[in-house]
């Protein structure tokens, strides 16, 4: 990459992309009205940024649509529900709490954007409220809200990410085994791995 490109400050970046449109500074809000909370109780699948002191993380939730709980206008709830213990999100909030959610709902091209901050909470009061096969979760992500708005269709027209005939054949992606299998350097055997996940993932979602 030639470093004459490179953009280095903020003044070159809007010379580059030009003003914002007047309805894309307005859109943004501070709290959660109804149609951020209709949006929010639709959607099965969040994907949660975090940051920590090298890097950036991007990490997916999915539950049942409504999975994310809006405490109040300025308040959400996540459960932390079972996973690898990595804990790379919560490790981040713990560190770092600045959050960022994208909202995504099934045949639905918009997406619906939350940024605030966020602290992690054992409180049985809390976590009791999202308990499943009368399992709680260990933890809830508790995110203030600072920002709050809707995002266009564009990426996912793109995309066309809802179109079955786009859907790509299992053959044409490798199998979480086989990416194991090389990236652990032959710790994992790919094909005992994805044939105990068959059964596993589904007996222990939380």
Same mark, same amino acid.
């Given at each position: 990459?030639?470093? +004459?490109?490179?953009?280095?400050?903020?003044? =070159?970046?809007?010379?580059?992309?030009?003003?914002?449109?007047?309805?894309?500074?307005?859109?943004?809000?501070? #709290?959660?009205?109804?149609?951020?909370?209709? !949006?929010?109780?639709?959607?099965? !699948?969040?994907?949660?940024?975090?940051?920590? =002191?090298?890097?950036?993380?991007?990490?997916?939730?999915?539950?049942?649509?409504?999975?994310?709980?809006?405490?109040?206008?300025?308040?959400?709830?996540?459960?932390?529900?079972?996973?690898?213990?990595?804990?790379?999100?919560? /490790?981040?909030?713990?560190?770092?709490?600045?959050?960022?959610?994208?909202?995504?709902?099934?045949?639905?091209?918009?997406?619906?954007?939350?940024?605030?901050?966020?602290?992690?909470?054992?409180?049985?009061?809390?976590?009791?409220?999202?308990?499943? /096969?009368?399992?709680?979760? +260990?933890?809830?992500?508790?995110?203030?809200?600072?920002?709050?708005?809707? #995002?266009?269709?564009?990426?996912?027209?793109?995309?066309?990410?809802?179109?079955?005939?786009?859907?790509?054949?299992? #053959?044409?992606?490798?199998?979480?085994?086989?990416?194991?299998?090389?990236?652990? #350097?032959?710790?994992?055997?790919?094909?005992?791995?994805?044939?105990?996940?068959?059964?596993?993932?589904?007996?222990?979602?939380?």
């Amino acid at each position: 990459m030639d470093s +004459r490109y490179v953009i280095r400050d903020a003044s =070159e970046l809007a010379g580059l992309y030009g003003p914002a449109l007047e309805r894309s500074l307005r859109k943004q809000i501070d #709290h959660l009205d109804d149609y951020c909370r209709a !949006f929010i109780a639709a959607s099965p !699948f969040v994907i949660i940024g975090t940051q920590n =002191e090298t890097a950036a993380d991007a990490s997916p939730r999915g539950d049942v649509p409504g999975f994310v709980k809006v405490a109040d206008d300025h308040t959400l709830l996540i459960p932390d529900r079972r996973g690898n213990n990595r804990l790379d999100t919560l /490790q981040n909030l713990v560190r770092h709490p600045l959050v960022g959610l994208l909202f995504v709902i099934p045949g639905v091209h918009e997406t619906f954007r939350v940024n605030g901050e966020a602290v992690l909470s054992r409180d049985p009061a809390i976590t009791g409220l999202f308990v499943v /096969q009368d399992k709680a979760p +260990r933890t809830v992500i508790v995110v203030k809200v600072k920002e709050a708005y809707i #995002h266009c269709s564009r990426a996912l027209v793109r995309a066309d990410l809802w179109n079955p005939a786009k859907f790509a054949p299992r #053959h044409a992606v490798p199998t979480m085994g086989t990416v194991l299998a090389a990236h652990t #350097h032959g710790f994992v055997e790919a094909e005992a791995f994805d044939e105990e996940a068959r059964k596993r993932v589904p007996l222990t979602l939380y």
